[in-house]
């Protein structure tokens, strides 16, 4: 049984838009600091958006800024990434991870060497 199992890719047009979910098998990955990283071919992979444990705050790349929004349901143990106007830059193959606990979610949510789990990945093609 996969611990992280992400869905909701495709291909869409610029402009478009996708929701990302990410569902949990265990109850306390559900609730930790949860990052949605990419991986562009050909390039390192990167942290797209945030949600830390309580869902009290979130943190997001730069460049996804006002068009991504990260949230969680915890009575579906579920992260979702929603993503609108979306360019061709974005994209990717999308991973869900989950942040170590020995790790603060605000100060290592994007840093891959924090992540404890991750999952296998959900691809999103964006055309022009």
């Known amino acids: 049984q996969e611990e992280l199992v992400e869905s909701g890719g495709g291909s869409v047009q610029a402009g478009g838009s996708l929701r990302l979910s990410c569902a949990a098998s265990?109850?306390?990955?559900?609730?930790?600091?949860v990052t949605w990283f990419r991986q562009a071919p050909g390039k390192e992979r990167e942290g797209v958006a945030a949600?830390?444990?309580?869902?009290?705050?979130?943190y997001y790349l730069d460049s996804v800024k006002g068009r991504f929004t990260i949230s969680r349901d915890n009575a579906k143990d579920t992260v979702y990434l929603q993503m609108d106007s979306l360019k061709p830059e974005d994209t990717a193959l999308y991973y869900c991870?989950?942040?170590?606990?020995?790790?603060?979610?605000?100060?290592?949510?994007?840093?891959?060497?924090?992540?404890?789990?991750w999952g296998q990945g959900t691809r999103v093609t964006v055309s022009s």
């Open positions: 991870a989950v942040v170590s606990p020995t790790y603060v979610c605000g100060l290592a949510w994007s840093r891959t060497d924090a992540i404890m789990r």
């Open positions: 949600i830390s444990p309580g869902n009290a705050n979130t």
């Open positions: 265990r109850y306390t990955d559900a609730r930790r600091c």
